[in-house]
């Protein structure tokens, strides 16, 4: 999700009424429970409802193809910020709504400064250039 | 002459008003709590899983614990969030987990043609009991493991008698013979 959230570690505020209401839009950042490793959740962006048409880049790194899909009824498509390096729908398909756990709110920088203390030894991930944060922590729009 | 004098206590009355409230919310609290995380009893309706379940109405017990301990088998009855429609739930039977292979009657009402699909991982694969005339993973395909929200346990008789008798005017969503119903109501296996 560079550059929106940090490779080594943020603390996010998920709100969850939003998705009981059904509130929840293109653009919003969302918990998701993973639909192929059950115990584990996912932080993406939502790009397109059930009924939309969503047209994505199946493979940035390699080729430039690109792909249409309708998202099915009762659906969501979501992507990671960074496509690069990032594994969602375009991978494993259109996610049901039912898995959705919540949406992100903010990110609590307080907090963040505790974690990137905490995990200061923490090696990342994957070889990626880290991107410059921005300052306000607000990521809902 | 001072209404608010020793006429009426508003104090001792405000105070019981809010001991009272205290208790209530303390109570729908604890019943929040364990509808969410320990059991439910849920209503179930539809021919999708006769004979075994009742067609116009059966109030069953959902424990809510197992399948957050990933101890969801073939052959429990689930509840299940539905993928087609996020504000229904579905209870039906988990014939395979993923990475099994499974092999079902695709239209039995029309064919007798079978397919075989591998159940992808994270993945569990749903069906009716009654599959003529059930919606279930042979139309929506493989449902991922986090929609499992609780395996049923059984059936509260008790209730089903006062639901048959509240329910009593509604007719069957289709047209199908009801199978008579087991005495005991232990559905898990």
Not at chain 2, 21 to 49: D, E, K, Q, W
Not at chain 2, 126 to 143: K, L, P, T
Request: with cysteine; proline share 7%; glycine share 8%.
């Amino acid at each position: 999700m560079l550059p929106t959230l940090n490779l080594t570690g943020d603390v996010l505020l998920a709100e969850r009424v939003s998705h009981r209401l059904g509130k929840v839009r293109p653009g919003d950042v969302v918990l998701v429970r993973s639909p192929v490793d059950p115990r584990k959740s996912l932080t993406k962006r939502v790009v397109a409802m059930g009924g939309d048409k969503v047209t994505f880049v199946v493979d940035p790194r390699n080729s430039d193809r690109v792909r249409t899909i309708t998202v099915p009824r009762g659906h969501v498509w979501i992507q990671g910020d960074n496509i690069y390096a990032s594994r969602d729908s375009r991978q494993f398909g259109a996610v049901p709504y039912g898995l959705v756990e919540g949406k992100i709110l903010c990110r609590c920088i307080l907090m963040c400064i505790v974690a990137s203390i905490v995990c200061i030894k923490r090696t990342p991930c994957s070889p990626m250039q880290v991107w410059p944060l921005d300052g306000f922590g607000l990521l809902h729009h | 002459m001072n209404l608010f004098g020793n006429a009426v206590p508003w104090r001792s009355i405000a105070k019981e008003a809010l001991e009272r409230t205290a208790i209530v919310t303390r109570f729908l609290c604890l019943l929040h709590v364990t509808n969410t995380y320990i059991c439910t009893p849920t209503l179930v309706y539809g021919p999708s899983m006769l004979p075994t379940l009742n067609l116009t109405g059966d109030v069953l017990l959902a424990e809510r614990v197992s399948h957050r301990l990933g101890k969801v088998r073939p052959g429990d009855v689930v509840l299940v969030r539905s993928p087609v429609d996020p504000r229904k739930s579905l209870t039906k039977r988990v014939v395979a987990m993923g990475g099994d292979k499974v092999t079902f009657v695709v239209d039995p009402r029309n064919s007798d043609r079978v397919r075989t699909i591998t159940v992808p991982r994270g993945h569990v694969w749903i069906q009716g009991d009654n599959i003529y005339a059930s919606r279930d993973s042979r139309q929506f395909g493989a449902v991922p493991y986090g929609l499992v929200e609780g395996k049923i346990l059984c059936r509260c008789i008790l209730m089903c008698i006062v639901a048959s008798i509240v329910c009593i005017k509604r007719t069957p969503c289709s047209p199908m013979q009801v199978w008579p119903l087991d005495g005991f109501g232990l559905l898990h296996h």
